[in-house]
């Protein structure tokens, strides 16, 4: 079994035994990808730190027959601040669960993976508006994702003055 040195950043964590967590990771070339952390949960490990929810790291790990298992993690973000503000943890936990539901396996996710670093870190160390950081978010990761909405002009008569409304059905102005 080759080990892989890999990217990522934890999208969701589970408890598995007494010990261990199960994990889902997002990285830059295998998408959204399950590890499992064997003793992840004892009070000494060094996996501790880098299993929680929102921790950027490097991760060495090993494919085994359905999920990657851990050998040791070096974090490079906790995103600390999350943590510590109700706000700010419900925004990020907002666009956590958006990126998990657009996200698949072996699927190349790079830019999905640096839009949602680069929000996480916009939530978590300035104070700008957090609705709007969302709906930027958004805007920019349906771009990503092939549905860039037409802004420029209105889609019917082609003028690009006086527009009044975006139609969210029609993905327009």
Known sequence: MATVKVKGIILSEHNLGDFDKMLTMLTP???KISCVAKGARRPKSSLLAGTQMFCFGEYLMYQGT??????????????YKLRTDLDKLKY???INKIV?????????CFNILQLYLNALYTISETDKNLDLTVS???????????FTPRILSCTNCEEKEKLTYFSIRDNRI
């Open 66 to 79: 359905s999920t990657y298992h851990i050998n040791s993690c070096e974090t490079i973000e906790l995103f």
């Open 136 to 146: 930027i978010f958004k805007l920019r990761l349906l771009c990503i994702l092939g």
């Open 100 to 108: 998990l539901d657009v996200t698949d396996e072996n699927q190349n």
């Open 29 to 31: 070339n295998f998408g």
């Open 92 to 94: 990020a936990i907002h």
